[in-house]
């Protein structure tokens, strides 16, 4: 097909890169549905998002638009900014990045911000199964460490401590679970940002990412709860894209052990919404 590249496995969970006609139709279609896209961009080393509609395509510009929140307040975002968008249509996930190259006022009744993008040279395309939780086999033992990196709601409060471990329950392409010690839970709060690291597989490299805390939950055991975490700004640089590629290729091994085991995928609403570790938090077998 025309404009299409494939990245990854053979797996139905892989990544397709779109160019030039393929993109510029996902674009169409989302601006004549004034499709709901999430914006992402780095401010003062914290990643912050925002939802956004797309309004129109002119040329090599897509104008999105804000929408307005319970307190609306202007995106701090400037021109020539790096940003990344990812947008839901119908079974399928687009995520590219961007920069910013102008502002305009706002042609509809809200009060949303009009931003004016230039259009991406690719998209990466993958099917929004991909965001649906795998667990991590049981054959594995895959430790996470993750640390404090602050509050989306310009919190000022610190934790009585700033880095932790956990174990990895299950993964999507959105985030991670955590099962983490119970005395711990004190120190975690929605919206809380933490750094993540974690090591797949014990022959691989550690994977570095950011992420939101988006639910917190009892475990099953008592004497641990989970951690709900979402990636953030996997979308707005080749780095963090390349970063995504790794956890799809992930989730497609764990797959495959589980289907081993005869064990099928976890399908759940929605995935919780994980970096890269020294030797000690690696994953391991015990089989």
Same mark, same amino acid.
């Given at each position: 097909?025309?404009?299409i ?10 990544v ?23 914006l992402s961009?780095?401010?003062k080393g914290?990643?912050?998002?925002t ?11 897509l104008?999105?638009?804000? +929408?307005?929140q319970?307190s609306?307040h202007?995106? =701090?975002?400037? $021109?020539? #900014?790096? &940003? /990344? *968008? ?5 079974f ?13 006022t ?6 949303g911000?009009?931003?004016?993008l ?12 991909a965001y ?9 033992n ?7 990196r602050g509050?989306?709601?310009e ?10 471990q ?7 392409a959105?985030?991670i679970? +955590? ?7 004190? =120190?975690?709060? $929605?919206g #809380?940002? &933490? /750094? *993540? ?7 691989q490299?550690p994977?570095?990412v950011e992420?939101?805390?988006?639910h ?8 641990k709860?989970c951690?709900g975490?979402e990636?953030?700004?996997l ?7 390349r ?5 799809i290729?992930?989730?497609n091994?764990?797959?495959k ?6 064990k099928?995928?976890?399908?759940l609403l ?10 000690p938090f ?6």
């Amino acid at each position: 097909m025309v404009g299409i590249e494939m990245q990854g496995t053979d797996s139905m969970n892989d990544v397709e890169i779109l160019k030039s006609e393929e993109l510029r139709e996902v674009l169409e279609k989302a601006v004549q549905k004034n499709t709901a896209a999430v914006l992402s961009h780095l401010s003062k080393g914290q990643w912050h998002t925002t939802n956004i509609a797309l309004r129109a395509m002119t040329g090599h510009t897509l104008h999105v638009e804000t +929408i307005e929140q319970e307190s609306p307040h202007p995106v =701090n975002i400037e $021109i020539n #900014q790096p &940003v /990344g *968008l990812c947008i839901h249509q119908e079974f399928n996930k687009y995520i590219f990045e961007t920069v910013v190259i102008g502002f305009e006022t706002s042609k509809s009744q809200t009060k949303g911000q009009r931003i004016l993008l230039d259009l991406p040279e690719s998209i990466d395309r993958m099917q929004r199964r991909a965001y649906n939780r795998t667990q991590v086999p049981k054959s594995l033992n895959v430790r996470v460490l993750f640390w404090h990196r602050g509050y989306s709601d310009e919190s000022r409060q610190v934790p009585l401590e700033n880095y932790w471990q956990g174990s990895l329950l299950n993964i999507s392409a959105g985030g991670i679970q +955590i099962a983490v010690d119970f005395d711990q839970k004190p =120190n975690f709060k $929605i919206g #809380q940002l &933490v /750094g *993540l690291q974690f090591t797949p597989m014990s022959y691989q490299k550690p994977i570095h990412v950011e992420g939101q805390v988006r639910h917190i939950a009892q475990g099953v055991e008592g004497q641990k709860f989970c951690i709900g975490i979402e990636f953030i700004g996997l979308e707005a640089s080749g780095q963090g894209r390349r970063k995504l590629r790794r956890i799809i290729n992930t989730i497609n091994n764990y797959e495959k052990k589980n289907r081993r085991r005869g064990k099928k995928p976890e399908v759940l609403l929605n995935s919780p919404g994980q970096t890269e570790t020294l030797s000690p938090f690696g994953a391991s077998e015990h089989e």
